[in-house]
């Protein structure tokens, strides 16, 4: 990889570093959260994974545009990964009397209304974006949330049980049909949401946190003037490994990859994503792997990156920010 030249062509001030970060739910959600805690507002912009969006009760939900929006906002159900916490569902309960379908799918009633919310706006003609900036303001985020674009892009996954939509496949069936086939539907055509450019510009890294590689940083790749945005980045682009010591520290990571015939491991996670990162992070655990991650021509940090708490978030980011501004000195 060429980091040197990247080195040189961006320069950086002392203290903060403009981030555009590419995140999934629950993973992605912690480490931007430490990333906002560490960073001015200004200079972290936040590229959602939208390839879990669904309707159900003829309501637009965003999975992980929620996720990162409710942690961001201090309201994450940190025990559930999704929704807010201490929620209720009475509304949920008589959906489910009245025989309503898609019941399957938890929703608390308090996340109903910001359900309820969106999807006022996007049948006023709001983009997705402007309806999360505007969600997003009224919850008191400053930092900016994107959705990665504002076409429908959907995940499908394709199981030895038949082709299921991405919900379906996770919350409804909890994941256990084997995969053998992961596509993103729409991606072709969808184009990198505008609000997404100038922070693009702006930025002088790229931070791909710890999300799922197939089904949270996989549909943001998918979308070509995404790709491209990454591909032609002056900057650097640094990922950090969702796989600890071999195994996923929540949800279906490492069945998916073994699935798909990959390895299961922070080399099998750097092997998908070389090809748009300079940097990669490796959990310390793992450290016995960095000649390998090394031989994939990336260059490699090893850091403690398990998040249990704020405090590791904020570590975390830091740490990364260090790492950055070391190779952009
Ligand atoms: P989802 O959309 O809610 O499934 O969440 P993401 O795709 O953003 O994150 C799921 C991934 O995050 C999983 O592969 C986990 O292994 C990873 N993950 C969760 N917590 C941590 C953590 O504290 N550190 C690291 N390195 N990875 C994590
Ligand atoms: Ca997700």
Redesign the pocket.
């Known amino acids: 990889m060429a980091v040197t030249s990247k080195r040189s062509a961006t320069r950086c001030v002392e203290g903060s570093i403009p981030i555009v970060a590419l995140?999934?739910?629950?993973?992605?959600?912690?480490l931007v959260q430490g990333l906002a805690s560490v960073l001015p507002a200004q200079d972290l912009t936040v590229v959602v994974?939208t390839g879990?969006d669904e309707v159900f009760h003829g309501l637009y939900i965003s999975?992980?545009l929620d996720?990162v929006m409710y942690s961001l906002a201090g309201l994450a159900n940190r025990e559930t990964?999704w929704g807010v916490a201490g929620d209720t569902f009475s509304a949920l309960g008589m959906l489910k009397r009245y025989g309503a379908v898609g019941t399957w799918f938890n929703l608390g009633d308090k996340d109903l209304a910001t359900h309820l919310e969106r999807t006022r706006l996007l049948r006023e003609g709001w983009t997705l974006s402007q309806a999360t900036a505007h969600l997003c303001e009224k919850l008191g985020i400053q930092v900016s949330l994107v959705p990665m674009s504002d076409q429908p892009v959907r995940t499908v996954v394709e199981t030895e049980e038949g082709v299921l939509p991405f919900q379906e496949y996770f919350v409804k069936h909890q994941c256990r049909p084997r995969v053998k086939r992961v596509r993103f539907e729409g991606a072709k055509t969808a184009r990198i949401s505008s609000s997404l450019e100038p922070a693009f510009r702006k930025a002088k890294a790229l931070v791909m946190?710890?999300?799922?590689p197939i089904?949270?940083i996989g549909p943001i790749l998918a979308v070509p003037n995404v790709r491209s945005r990454l591909d032609g980045f002056k900057g650097l682009r640094l990922a950090?490994?969702?796989?600890?010591a071999g195994q996923?520290?929540?949800?279906p990571?490492a069945k998916m990859l073994q699935e798909l015939g990959e390895e299961v491991s922070c080399v099998g996670v750097a092997r998908r994503l070389r090809e748009v990162c300079d940097i990669f992070v490796i959990?310390m655990l793992d450290s016995d792997r960095q000649q390998e991650i090394q031989a994939l021509g990336l260059d490699m940090v090893v850091l403690d990156?398990?998040?249990?708490s704020d405090e590791d978030k904020a570590r975390l980011a830091r740490q990364i920010l260090q790492v950055l501004r070391d190779r952009l000195a």
């Open positions: 995140a999934g739910g629950v993973g992605g959600a912690k994974n879990d999975p992980d996720t990964g946190c710890p999300s799922n089904v949270s950090v490994s969702p796989i600890v996923a520290l929540r949800g990571a959990d990156t398990v998040m249990n």
